[in-house]
């Protein structure tokens, strides 16, 4: 069975300060994907990583993939409360299924 | 563009009854998928398509749960009789096969009472 485990699940971290997301899976894939949702909203593409060692950034976060490792990591610079959502990491299965991780709830406090 | 469109965004029914949710993915995206979102088990993928046939209908929890896609810019999700813990988030989401990653819709909220 796929598994595709995130941590930390709930992150509450001071305006400033760095952290690193952690998106691990099972299985062999080289696409993976990272998505943002706001409370009570749908889902919103972040990252696109289509390659063993792909990084992409964008603003105060930093997305790669070690798909020898089957971790990818999302990577947060300078926090401000705006980055404050829940965080998924998806791979992509067999061209187009996508699996989801646990999300990762995180709160930047001033 | 205007995107995955879902109706309704709210639903509240009572249990017994029939519910049909709706999608209309962007335009030239072959895959359409149905996602359920709760608390407790998080994004579960229930059904999705390609080129409007049903691909894997695994997820789908029970034979309460039918999806159609009659065509390439319309899928429904129907839940017949629906119950209380039906209540979720009803996403729909769309891509092109084989790459892009996924559009989602806005969602739906189900409220069984």
């Known amino acids: 069975e796929l598994k595709v485990e995130q941590n930390p699940l709930f992150l509450s971290m001071q305006e400033g300060k760095n952290y690193t997301i952690y998106c691990n899976y099972s299985?062999?894939?080289?696409?993976l994907y990272w998505y943002r949702q706001d409370p009570g909203k749908s889902l919103e593409s972040l990252f696109v990583?289509?390659?063993?060692?792909a990084v992409k950034q964008e603003g105060r976060l930093m997305a790669s993939l070690d798909t020898k490792a089957r971790l990818s990591t999302l990577h947060i610079t300078a926090a401000v409360h705006d980055l404050s959502a829940t965080y998924f990491c998806?791979?992509?299965?067999?061209?187009?299924?996508?699996?989801f991780g646990t999300g990762t709830s995180l709160t930047v406090i001033p | 563009d205007a995107g995955v469109i879902q109706s309704p965004r709210h639903e509240v029914t009572e249990m017994g009854q029939e519910v049909t949710l709706r999608c209309k993915p962007i335009?030239?995206?072959?895959?359409l998928f149905w996602y359920r979102q709760t608390m407790m088990r998080g994004l579960e993928l229930l059904i999705y398509?390609?080129?409007?046939?049903?691909?894997?209908d695994s997820g789908m929890p029970e034979d309460r749960f039918s999806a159609k896609m009659p065509n390439a810019s319309f899928s429904t999700l129907k839940i017949q009789p629906s119950e209380p813990r039906d209540s979720a988030v009803y996403f729909c989401?769309?891509?092109?096969?084989?790459?892009?990653?996924?559009?989602f819709g806005s969602g739906t909220r189900l409220t069984v009472v």
């Open positions: 989401a769309s891509s092109r096969y084989r790459g892009g990653g996924y559009t």
């Open positions: 299985t062999t894939s080289d696409r």
């Open positions: 990583l289509l390659s063993n060692g």
């Open positions: 998806a791979v992509d299965i067999a061209g187009n299924q996508f699996y």
């Open positions: 335009s030239g995206h072959n895959s």
């Open positions: 398509f390609n080129n409007n046939v049903p691909i894997d």
